[in-house]
T-cell receptor, first 111, second 119 residues
Framework: SQQGEEDPQALSIQEGENATMNCSYK?????LQWYRQNSGRGLVHLIL?????REKHSGRLRVTLDTSKKSSSLLITASRAADTASYFC???????????FGTGTLLAVQP | DVKVTQSSRYLVKRTGEKVFLECVQD?????MFWYRQDPGLGLRLIYF???????EKGDIPEGYSVSREKKERFSLILESASTNQTSMYLC??????????????????FGPGTRLTVL
């Protein structure tokens, strides 16, 4: 069962621009995590935001969480060609501690 | 750095074969997971294990079984492979901590994936 839906499904920007991806989910959560996946590879954890946090930063990444709207956004500032990848949000919460993934946003950064 | 390795990057098997996918992690993590990833469906949890000799069904366990005899190793078994099991298989591990009554569900560390084709 998928918890999250991401928007947009695909995003193409120029190097140096900012990229924003959004994630909506359905049930209460313990935390929300963002992962990156380069083509045909495993996932790499980027950042985790807990349900009692509203914003978190890590390098060029900024994540916000609005539990009242059940939504999160990931902002990548000053994007680089190397940021080209799929980005997934994933939530932990409810009756289990499983990580439930959204369907992902495919980001293409043009050099 | 945590390292999660999977036994094969690419695997081709025939319908009806028994298939073993191995996953090993080197950071003494308690929890381990098997997912499959398909276009348009995202990542779906097949099985997970809280600790040695423990296993729990995920969202799509049918046609699969698992084994966790040692803490560092989590095996996924396709008892009789079928063409609809052609997919990318991803293994992950996670440390499990509690702070009093609060459980920390931290990040998962993923292996590179095994792309399985069943002919």
């Amino acid at each position: 069962s998928q918890q999250g839906e991401e928007d947009p499904q695909a995003l193409s920007i120029q190097e140096g621009e900012n990229a924003t991806m959004n994630c909506s989910y359905k049930t209460s959560i313990n935390n929300l995590q963002w992962y990156r996946q380069n083509s045909g590879r495993g996932l790499v954890h980027l950042i985790l935001i807990r349900s009692n946090e509203r914003e978190k930063h890590s390098g060029r990444l900024r994540v916000t969480l609005d539990t009242s709207k059940k939504s999160s956004s990931l902002l990548i500032t000053a994007s680089r060609a190397a940021d080209t990848a799929s980005y997934f949000c994933a939530t932990v919460g409810g009756a289990t501690n499983k990580l439930i993934f959204g369907t992902g946003t495919l980001l293409a950064v043009q050099p | 750095d945590v390292k999660v390795t999977q036994s094969s990057r690419y695997l081709v098997k025939r319908t009806g074969e028994k298939v073993f996918l191995e996953c090993v992690q080197d950071m003494d993590h308690e929890n381990m997971f098997w997912y499959r990833q398909d276009p348009g469906l995202g990542l779906r949890l097949i099985y997970f294990s809280y600790d040695v000799k423990m296993k729990e069904k995920g969202d799509i366990p049918e046609g699969y079984s698992v084994s966790r005899e040692k803490k560092e190793r989590f095996s996924l078994i396709l008892e009789s492979a079928s063409t609809n099991q052609t997919s990318m298989y991803l293994c992950a591990s996670r440390i499990f901590r509690t702070s009093g009554s609060y459980r920390n569900y931290n990040e998962q560390f993923f292996g590179p994936g095994t792309r399985l084709t069943v002919l």
